[in-house]
């Protein structure tokens, strides 16, 4: 529950960071900075993923 918890936090901050950046970027450059923040966002999951299955196991 605690690794769930973190990685929501983290997110959560990521999103509101990435939001405030947001409206200082031409379209191109957002289109960019969210196709990088999607692929971090994955990656963050899988291994939140796996580390939840590391601790059941």
């Known amino acids: 529950m ?3 918890f973190k990685y929501f936090t983290v997110l959560f ?3 509101m960071i990435g939001l405030i950046i947001k409206n200082f ?3 191109k450059q957002q289109k ?3 196709e990088l923040v999607s ?4 990656i963050l999951l ?3 993923f796996l580390s939840l299955l590391w601790r059941m196991w």
């Open 25 to 27: 970027l031409s379209k």
């Open 2 to 4: 605690n690794i769930i």
């Open 46 to 48: 899988l291994v939140a």
């Open 13 to 15: 901050f990521l999103l």
């Open 32 to 34: 960019t900075v969210h």
């Open 39 to 42: 692929l971090m966002a994955k």
